[in-house]
């Protein structure tokens, strides 16, 4: 086994090369793919993401390990999911927004839950807006994995528009909510970049994935929302960096990953800093 990637790093990029701003072709994103599973760094990647809207255009030859992302809603997805695994395709992880922002996730959530029921063997990411009934749709999913069910959230941090970008402290509460019930979580959207920076084109402001490492450890060891929010807050690597090292031969705790339309901006970054070794023995 290769020990290029440590094992708090294993799996933290699900390949979402399909989707903005990468916006790559399937069939490109497959040759990709490929590629980079078998890279020095292939430990570092999840699953390539493909919508549902495009599961019919891809080569159950060629394909490899995929996650579903549930594009054309809700009613749609069990049946897409269904017929994908009668196809032969290695379904891994599927992913839906159980509701737009300002509505009640219950609904959708329930009908996730009854679908990871009936899917056992597939992780469901039930992406939820950080918006009123968090918190009980959070109790919903802990309820739901309490009795036997493979459903983690998910949260956007991230898009067209600066309110879809949590604050630190909106986030590190986030974190903290998932802790105290026992939940993993997924993020998505705008983690490209391992430190908390400012986009030059857009204005907005980003998180960074190591800032999300860093907080996310503090917040397994009982760190409580302010110092949490302190280490997302942070835009120098200095502090992210020894934290991260320190614990870099542990199984990361709380954040099960993120999606990354470019699996190499964040690897480049990771390398930069030291915290992969560049495919150096």
Known sequence: MSTLVPRLVEGLVDDAAVFPPGSATLPDAVTSHRAHRMAWYRTLVGPLLVPVSELPALDVARAPTIGVIGDTGLGALPGAVDKALAAGLDVRQVEA????????????????RAFAADHPGIEVYAEI??????????????????EGGRITPKFRTGGLAAE???TPVELAAVICACRDRALRFKLT????????????????????????????????EGAEVAA???????????????PAKARRH?????????????????????VRLGLVNGGHE
């Open 97 to 112: 927004a159980v509701a737009k922002r300002g509505e009640d996730p219950q609904p959708g959530l329930e009908r996730l």
């Open 129 to 146: 807006p950080l918006t009123w009934g968090l918190l009980g749709a959070l109790d919903t999913v802990a309820q739901a994995r309490a």
């Open 164 to 166: 879809l970008f949590p």
């Open 189 to 220: 959207a705008g983690l490209h970049h391992a430190v908390r920076h400012t986009d030059p084109e857009t204005g907005f402001t980003h998180h960074g994935f190591l800032n999300v490492l860093v907080a996310a450890l503090e917040a397994d």
């Open 228 to 242: 949490v929010s302190e280490a997302l807050a942070v835009t120098h690597p200095l502090p992210l960096v020894e």
């Open 250 to 270: 542990d199984e990361r705790p709380l954040w099960a990953g993120f999606g990354s339309c470019s699996v190499l901006e964040p690897l480049t970054d990771m």
